[in-house]
């Protein structure tokens, strides 16, 4: 990532100092949860699904072409919320997601950070989009989940609650009884950034390219990492 997208040493300080409370979004900041298992295969085999049934029509064309699995969830849940027909496509996505949990590429420096946030007292939550179940399963493989249980929350059948809706960061925060000041939301998507601002927790984008950066950036977020290892530093120091 460009050097000029990097905030300063001092920012990055601060934001960790008054968090007592660290709001983690999974994919992207912890792993790359499609790594060896493509999101784009599975967003087809969805629509592919819907088709076979006789949904062709439930889709728009943008949609269909979006080869984002969540755009598909979430298009069906505006046409037929609470259905039997989203809780069968929810699942259907769920166990993707726990195929793809075994190859999933760890984020550099996030194991580490992780488990030194933990060690210097403070508290971590999971706030995402994916399912919890592939969460911890992913956690268990790294030995990370005592960091983070019980303070696991994802995606549910109410699917309008996926982020921007800040209804996941909410339930951390409660759960966990914390200020949305003395807290930090890390997360790779301009979605993290607006759930984020609607819950009033201070934001830190990571971004592992250029592409990621720009649109975090363009979405307002005025701290954003293309690495973990200075946040590791900083809470080491």
């Given at each position: 990532?460009?050097?000029?997208?990097?905030?300063?040493?001092?920012?990055?300080?601060?934001?960790?100092?008054?968090?007592?409370?660290?709001l983690?979004?999974?994919?992207?900041?912890?792993c790359?949860?499609?790594?060896?298992?493509?999101a784009?295969?599975?967003?087809?085999?969805?629509v592919?699904?819907?088709?076979?049934?006789?949904?062709?029509?439930?889709?728009?064309?943008?949609?269909?072409?979006s080869?984002?699995p969540?755009?598909?969830?979430?298009?069906?849940d505006?046409?037929?919320?609470?259905?039997?027909?989203?809780?069968?496509l929810?699942?259907?996505l769920?166990?993707?997601?726990?195929r793809?949990?075994?190859?999933?590429?760890?984020?550099?420096?996030?194991?580490?950070?992780?488990?030194t946030?933990?060690?210097?007292?403070?508290r971590l939550?999971?706030?995402?989009?994916?399912?919890?179940?592939?969460?911890?399963?992913?956690?268990?493989?790294?030995?990370?989940?005592?960091?983070?249980?019980?303070?696991?929350?994802?995606?549910?059948?109410?699917?309008?609650?996926?982020?921007?809706?800040?209804?996941?960061?909410?339930?951390?925060?409660?759960?966990?009884?914390?200020?949305?000041?003395?807290?930090l939301?890390?997360?790779?998507?301009?979605?993290?950034l607006?759930?984020?601002l609607q819950a009033?927790?201070?934001?830190?984008?990571?971004?592992?390219?250029?592409?990621?950066?720009?649109?975090?950036?363009?979405?307002g977020?005025?701290?954003?990492?293309?690495?973990?290892e200075?946040?590791?530093?900083?809470?080491?120091g």
């Amino acid at each position: 990532m460009a050097e000029d997208t990097e905030p300063d040493t001092e920012k990055i300080r601060e934001l960790i100092t008054r968090a007592r409370v660290v709001l983690w979004d999974f994919d992207g900041p912890i792993c790359r949860l499609f790594a060896g298992h493509s999101a784009e295969r599975v967003a087809t085999e969805l629509v592919e699904w819907l088709e076979g049934r006789g949904l062709h029509g439930l889709l728009t064309e943008p949609e269909r072409q979006s080869l984002d699995p969540h755009v598909v969830l979430r298009a069906v849940d505006r046409r037929h919320p609470g259905s039997d027909l989203v809780a069968e496509l929810e699942e259907r996505l769920t166990q993707e997601e726990l195929r793809a949990a075994s190859s999933a590429m760890p984020t550099a420096y996030a194991d580490p950070l992780i488990r030194t946030w933990t060690a210097i007292g403070s508290r971590l939550a999971i706030a995402t989009n994916n399912s919890p179940r592939v969460v911890r399963k992913y956690l268990m493989s790294r030995d990370l989940v005592s960091c983070f249980t019980p303070h696991i929350y994802g995606r549910t059948q109410d699917l309008h609650h996926l982020k921007p809706h800040p209804h996941c960061l909410n339930r951390a925060l409660s759960a966990m009884g914390a200020a949305p000041s003395a807290s930090l939301m890390i997360g790779d998507a301009p979605s993290d950034l607006e759930a984020a601002l609607q819950a009033g927790v201070p934001f830190l984008g990571y971004a592992r390219n250029g592409q990621k950066a720009k649109l975090l950036m363009e979405a307002g977020a005025d701290a954003v990492v293309g690495s973990l290892e200075p946040l590791l530093k900083s809470v080491r120091g």
